[in-house]
T-cell receptor, first 111, second 117 residues
Framework: GQQVMQIPQYQHVQEGEDFTTYCNSS?????IQWYKQRPGGHPVFLIQ?????EVKKQKRLTFQFGEAKKNSSLHITATQTTDVGTYFC???????????FGTGTRLTIIP | DTEVTQTPKHLVMGMTNKKSLKCEQH?????MYWYKQKAKKPPELMFV???????INESVPSRFSPECPNSSLLNLHLHALQPEDSALYLC????????????????FGQGTRLTVV
């Protein structure tokens, strides 16, 4: 079945440093979604990428979708304490009705 | 209203109990989902309802029984659970309802934190 892996599993950064998480799918994705889950909270949708090679920005967050539509990345510039949480990529494969979540990257910020 | 409301927020139940989790949304979404999330793990899909019909069952044990009474409500009936079923149960909804295809953003409820004793 479809597997979606993320690296790193954990990332500890000083406040103000940059952060990147990488997402790799075993199958081609029709689209990729990113979610953030704060400690003790529920997943909250951040963005959806659909096109091959697509890049989208949300303030300090930059999202990329790979050319082969099998990988994606999320980059945060100048992290803040509000960025703490676990970032999940999620994607349905082509012909696959299920939204499979990646393994997640837990970000902690050292003030 | 862009909320998915889940009740109860916390539930402790014995292995012989019968309980139900409830989920409600008023966004007009025709696809609704149950996910199970263990600590420090990603959400795992359990069931998908599309236009009030069960479209996906991820080989979930029969002690979990989903029900979709109407387009706004989703229930998960629990019976004879095991301690390993303790987890956060998340309900989600999205606009895509065709055969459970989730191609738009999913709105998640705050979850029910279930403990089986």
């Amino acid at each position: 079945g479809q597997q979606v892996m993320q690296i790193p599993q954990y990332q500890h950064v000083q406040e103000g440093e940059d952060f990147t998480t990488y997402c790799n799918s075993s199958t081609t994705l029709s689209n990729i979604q990113w979610y953030k889950q704060r400690p003790g909270g529920h997943p909250v949708f951040l963005i959806q990428l659909v096109k091959s090679g697509e890049v989208k920005k949300q303030k300090r967050l930059t999202f990329q979708f790979g050319e082969a539509k099998k990988n994606s990345s999320l980059h945060i510039t100048a992290t803040q304490t509000t960025d703490v949480g676990t970032y999940f990529c999620a994607g349905p494969g082509f012909g696959n009705e299920k939204l499979t979540f990646g393994t997640g990257t837990r970000l902690t910020i050292i003030p | 209203d862009t909320e998915v409301t889940q009740t109860p927020k916390h539930l402790v139940m014995g292995m012989t109990n019968k309980k139900s989790l409830k989920c409600e949304q008023h966004m007009g979404h025709r696809a609704m989902y149950w996910y199970k999330q263990k600590a420090k793990k990603p959400p795992e899909l359990m069931f998908v309802y599309s236009y009030e019909k069960l479209s996906i069952n991820e080989s979930v044990p029969s002690r979990f029984s989903p029900e979709c009474p109407n387009s706004s409500l989703l229930n998960l009936h629990l019976h004879a659970l095991q301690p390993e079923d303790s987890a956060l149960y998340l309900c989600a909804s999205s606009t895509s309802g065709l055969q459970g295809l989730m191609n738009t953003e999913a709105f998640f409820g705050q979850g029910t934190r279930l403990t089986v004793v």
